[in-house]
């Protein structure tokens, strides 16, 4: 990683031309990039998102029921710094230059960002603290997992959905829990609880419909066929304004759920239409004769569809799926618009108040790098995953 | 010939969706034992012949019976005669995200029900009976393809099965690895294995076949021992292909 004089030179003035297409980019660049740092740094008036750093998270959660949000967050750290062990148990170096890079940024986001967002001090301490568990667990999961037998490295995995089970409950209420109402989740919560959701129900809805799409029974293709087209024709903010409307009526009484969960459910159907196009381009991917051999060993139809046609499929669709699910979490900023108090919908009301007025680029530049940092995880976990899938074997050329 | 009839085809006629006649009554009776080579022309309902053993072709006309099973509509019954069954193809089909061990040992454990560890051992024996035991833990694309080849044949003999059906096991391949699949086929063929190969190979069916058929245009033309075949066939038919492949 050593810049060289010469390559400099080399990569930026080989010739006159290219000399002042530089010299003309460098200086755009500067230009910008200076502007950009002094209204950071000396005009913008960031009191906006340090007084209103609860409500952006939070929305209007009941303040003395918030230490369950404390506790989910403890427990989703230590499960993610042990999930991150387990994958890297038996690596050398034990900690891989990514994993460092990954460990300076969270240590970093920990100190700077509470120190930026001026939290007072226990709050800081119990993000250090939080921050700290998730890296201590990654060290020890990394140091001890190999010595694990696989079954356990395996059955880790369950942990994932037991927790988001946890979660429900623990954000929800119930079980000798006050209920919190979904109407009073808000912010970042709310925008992680919609995405998430849908992205884990659409995911198993959308392989459902790719394989109705390709099925021999007609009804059950050309069902899938109609829904995936009429669902992709429309645009989510009239299926979400229909959801609020439709679902009311559809349903009896008590059934129609709240709003919250209607539009947490339109998006996740939304949402499997579009997974289930990338799901079909894998399923193309995967030569006929797969099926074939699969069931002239006398396989069942979903067996050789579960073992040997999905594993195949779905890691082809893999990369075209997770931008699905970047841009479902995206999507989630229409729910301000249907009036629910999502990230966006948070800041608008933010931004509405008389004490706040004209902060917009504050508020709308935190938002911005909020969801950056939600999608670039995304991202990386599934190139993470793409990357293991693939150094497991090289593909046949049939 | 008394052993029994493990094999009867009668009058089969298949149309393709796109009109075209593929087998216009095609007749075949396999016994116990027999290794049965089909040649002919390309286009002439070989593959497709075979294809409907196992049901991964459907038909419209005609019966097929498989070791006193006759083929329906019943999935059941597909499978059934698909456990009994086993297919080698031209393109060997290994499941390329799972182990050569893995390959073998899918469908005895997911369909037979056997003790994994049970499987296991018997898949060893027959990676080795093919050769190949040392590459048990490596993936298809690790392998070339006399070797994928060779493990597609030991997947399929890892399900016990009561007939081998090959469809141009060897087409694929570069030709110094012919001979590799060839010998494990004619040893499964000593080894007393109900065996129909669709083949180009002449040397095997000469050596191996206890009889050798001849399609053309969806139908058996003749069919005989080897020897008859090659120096004496009764049919113009039969003698047009032979000049064409000499």
Redesign the interface.
């Known amino acids: 990683m050593t810049i060289s004089f010469q390559r400099l030179r080399r990569e930026l003035f080989a010739t006159p031309l290219d000399g002042l297409i530089s010299l003309v980019l460098i200086g755009v660049l500067l230009a910008a990039g200076s502007a950009f740092l002094k209204w950071m740094l000396f005009q913008a008036q960031w009191t906006v998102i340090q007084a209103n750093s609860t409500l952006f998270a939070l929305g209007r959660y009941p303040i003395d029921q918030q230490w369950r949000l404390w506790l989910l967050t403890t427990l989703l750290a230590l499960a993610t710094g042990t999930t991150w062990g387990l994958l890297r148990s038996g690596s050398t170096p034990r900690w891989p230059r990514n994993d460092l890079v990954a460990a300076v940024l969270l240590i970093a986001l920990a100190s700077a960002g509470t120190w930026a967002l001026q939290l007072p001090f226990p709050i800081q301490l119990r993000w250090w603290l939080i921050s700290g568990g998730l890296l201590v667990c990654r060290g020890v999961a990394g140091r001890f997992g190999s010595s694990l037998p696989l079954a356990v490295r395996r059955g880790a995995a369950v942990v994932w959905p037991v927790l988001y089970l946890v979660g429900m409950v623990l954000i929800s209420g119930g079980l000798g829990l006050m209920p919190v109402p979904p109407s009073e989740w808000g912010g970042l919560l709310l925008t992680l609880l919609q995405s998430s959701f849908a992205i884990l129900l659409c995911f198993p809805l959308g392989v459902m419909l790719a394989l109705g799409r390709r099925s021999e029974l007609p009804l059950l293709r050309w069902g899938s066929v109609v829904y995936i087209e009429f669902i992709r024709g429309a645009p989510l903010i009239t299926l979400l304004f229909l959801g609020q409307n439709i679902l009311g009526f559809l349903l009896p009484g008590g059934l129609a759920p709240d709003r919250v969960w209607r539009a947490a459910w339109v998006l996740t159907f939304f949402a499997a239409a579009y997974v289930a196009e990338a799901v079909r381009s894998g399923l193309a991917a995967v030569?006929s004769?797969?099926l074939?051999?699969?069931?002239?060993?006398?396989?069942?139809l979903p067996?050789a569809l579960i073992?040997?046609v999905l594993?195949?499929a779905l890691?082809v669709a893999l990369p075209a799926t997770v931008g699905q699910f970047i841009t479902l979490l995206q999507d989630t900023t229409l729910l301000s618009l249907i009036g629910l108090l999502d990230l966006l919908g948070t800041a608008r009301t933010v931004m509405a108040n008389p004490e706040f007025l004209g902060k917009s680029a504050e508020v709308y530049l935190t938002l911005a790098v909020l969801f950056w940092c939600c999608c670039a995880a995304l991202g990386l976990g599934s190139r993470a995953l793409e990357t293991r899938l693939n150094t497991?074997?090289?593909?046949?050329?049939? | 010939m008394t052993s029994p009839l493990m094999i009867e085809a009668t009058g089969v006629e298949k149309w393709y969706p796109n009109g075209f006649h593929a087998l216009r009554g095609a007749e075949l009776e396999v016994r116990q034992g027999e290794v049965v080579v089909i040649m002919g022309p390309s286009g002439s309902g070989k593959s497709t012949f075979i294809r409907t053993f196992n049901g991964l072709e459907d038909f419209q006309k005609g019966s097929i019976t498989i070791d006193g099973i006759t083929l329906s509509d019943d999935i059941r019954n597909i499978d059934a005669i698909r456990r009994e069954v086993g297919m080698v193809f031209q393109q060997f089909n290994l499941f390329p995200h799972l182990t050569v061990l893995e390959n073998l040992t899918l469908a005895p454990v997911l369909v037979r029900k056997r003790p994994k560890a049970e499987v296991q051992r018997q898949a060893l024996e027959l990676l080795e009976r093919v050769g190949i035991h040392e590459q048990a833990g490596k993936y298809p694309g690790q392998l070339s393809g006399g070797q994928q080849q060779r493990v597609a044949i030991a997947r399929s003999l890892c399900m016990e099965p009561r007939i081998m059906l090959f469809d141009e096991p060897t087409s694929a391949l570069d030709p110094e690895m012919v001979q590799e699949v060839l010998a494990v086929m004619q040893e499964l063929a000593r080894d007393g294995m109900t065996m129909v190969v669709v083949t180009h190979e002449v040397r095997f069916a000469r050596q191996v076949a206890s009889r050798v058929v001849l399609m053309a245009d969806g139908v058996v033309v003749e069919q005989a021992p080897p020897e008859q075949f090659f120096t004496n066939p009764s049919h113009e038919r039969s003698r047009q292909f032979l000049r064409q492949i000499a």
């Not at chain 1, 497991?392 to 049939?398: E, F, G, M, S």
């Open positions: 030569p004769g797969q074939e051999a699969a069931r002239s060993l006398g396989l069942p067996q073992h040997v594993p195949q890691r497991l074997h090289t593909p046949v050329k049939a």
